[in-house]
């Protein structure tokens, strides 16, 4: 059996490997010159973080997201399971007590909890609430991770191919009866006119002053943020939320609100050194839910939203499982139980 993947951000690479290691023949085609060179997966936290994200998400995203965390952790052996923390400034404490009741799996942690776990933020906060189940990775190192796995398994990534040389295999390959998997992100809008882009916008900081062993959220009515440990005194602080395809560069707000923020969760962040500036387009569908989709023979692997770490690999099982089942199905998420999950 044979497979064409378009596109090598998280959801392909996660796919290409499902497929590969079940003996699958799989070819992934991506037009950057290099991993990460042209896509939203390299500007990600890295968090996974499924009860978190209940806060705002549907049950699903909690469901399938669990399993992304034994998944990293067999592919990429720097994920981290070390929890997360969420924290408030007193005048805030009406925002964590809603995330609260928005969550589940966590315990109340007081200022002795936090300073037991984050030493560096003792004595800043008297509350905070700990998921101890979930976890982080470096979103480039992993992605790396896949494309050795791939490379190990003897299907290595054609980087810098033209879209339309792109296109010519893929069609080519669907004539010979072989799958094509769609993971392009957000270029997949032509056979996808619901997809839409919610840009983010993150930073990059180095502090040796302060360690911070996992991803912290600072809860705020207008600007929530978090910080990501990227390890050798490196921190990600993301992410905005803004309903545009353009990934232009950050704006002078959002810098300063993001800054800010990192600021106030501890001062020592003013004298961090900025590292990078990036901004991605997360692909999204209108529910903010993703999609496994059959269009005209090809199945799209798309919407992951600000769940693409998160969510691949579940997504990716499920495009294994339908391939080689030779599974015919047009869906996607259907309800089963109250619960949506993917068919
Ligand atoms: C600031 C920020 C923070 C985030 N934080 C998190 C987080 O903490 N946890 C989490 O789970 N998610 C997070 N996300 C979301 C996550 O990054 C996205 O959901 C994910 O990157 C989407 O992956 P994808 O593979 O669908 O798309 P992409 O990563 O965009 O990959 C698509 C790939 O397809 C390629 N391509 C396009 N057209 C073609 C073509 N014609 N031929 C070949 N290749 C093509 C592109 O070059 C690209 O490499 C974050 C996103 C942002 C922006």
């Given at each position: 059996m044979r497979a064409v993947v378009l596109g090598a951000g998280v959801a392909g690479l996660a796919c290409a490997v499902e497929l590969a290691e079940r003996g699958v023949a799989v070819q992934v085609l991506e037009r950057g010159e290099r991993l990460g060179a042209r896509c939203c997966s390299w500007y990600a936290g890295g968090m996974l973080a499924p009860w978190c994200e209940r806060e705002s998400a549907e049950p699903v995203v909690a469901t399938l997201g669990a399993e992304s965390l034994g998944w990293w952790a067999s592919k990429y052996p720097g994920t981290v399971r070390a929890g997360s923390l969420v924290i408030a400034h007193g005048r805030d404490a009406g925002e964590l007590r809603q995330f609260a009741r928005r969550t589940e799996r966590y315990e109340w942690l007081d200022a002795a909890g936090i300073g037991a776990l984050e030493p560096d933020l003792a004595d800043r906060f008297s509350q905070a609430l700990h998921f101890p189940e979930e976890g982080h990775l470096d979103p480039r190192a992993a992605l790396a991770a896949l494309a050795d796995r791939l490379a190990a398994l003897g299907a290595p990534i054609r980087f810098g191919a033209e879209a339309q040389a792109c296109e010519q295999t893929a069609r080519a390959a669907q004539a010979a009866g072989d799958t094509v998997i769609d993971c392009r992100g957000l270029e997949?809008?032509?056979?996808?006119?619901?997809?839409?882009?919610?840009?983010?916008?993150?930073?990059?900081?180095?502090?040796?002053?302060?360690?911070?062993?996992?991803?912290?959220?600072?809860?705020?009515?207008?600007?929530?943020?978090?910080?990501?440990?990227?390890?050798?005194?490196?921190?990600?602080?993301?992410?905005?939320?803004?309903?545009?395809?353009?990934?232009?560069?950050?704006?002078?707000?959002?810098?300063?609100?993001?800054?800010?923020?990192?600021?106030?969760?501890?001062?020592?962040?003013?004298?961090?050194?900025?590292?990078?500036?990036?901004?991605?387009?997360?692909?999204?569908?209108?529910?903010?839910?993703?999609?496994?989709?059959?269009?005209?023979?090809?199945?799209?692997?798309?919407?992951?939203?600000?769940?693409?770490?998160?969510?691949?690999?579940?997504?990716?099982?499920?495009?294994?499982?339908?391939?080689?089942?030779?599974?015919?199905?047009?869906?996607?998420?259907?309800?089963?139980?109250?619960?949506?999950?993917?068919?």
């Open positions: 997949a809008r032509d056979a996808l006119p619901d997809l839409r882009g919610v840009k983010g916008e993150m930073l990059i900081v180095k502090l040796p002053e302060v360690r911070l062993s996992r991803p912290v959220r600072v809860l705020h009515p207008r600007v929530p943020i978090y910080i990501v440990p990227r390890g050798d005194a490196h921190y990600m602080i993301g992410a905005t939320m803004i309903e545009s395809d353009q990934p232009t560069r950050i704006s002078a707000r959002s810098m300063l609100e993001l800054l800010g923020a990192a600021y106030a969760l501890h001062p020592a962040f003013g004298e961090a050194q900025i590292v990078e500036i990036g901004t991605g387009v997360r692909p999204a569908f209108p529910d903010n839910l993703p999609r496994v989709r059959r269009v005209g023979g090809r199945l799209y692997v798309n919407g992951l939203y600000r769940h693409g770490f998160l969510l691949a690999p579940a997504l990716a099982r499920q495009v294994a499982e339908q391939v080689l089942a030779g599974r015919q199905s047009s869906e996607v998420l259907h309800e089963d139980s109250g619960q949506r999950r993917l068919a």
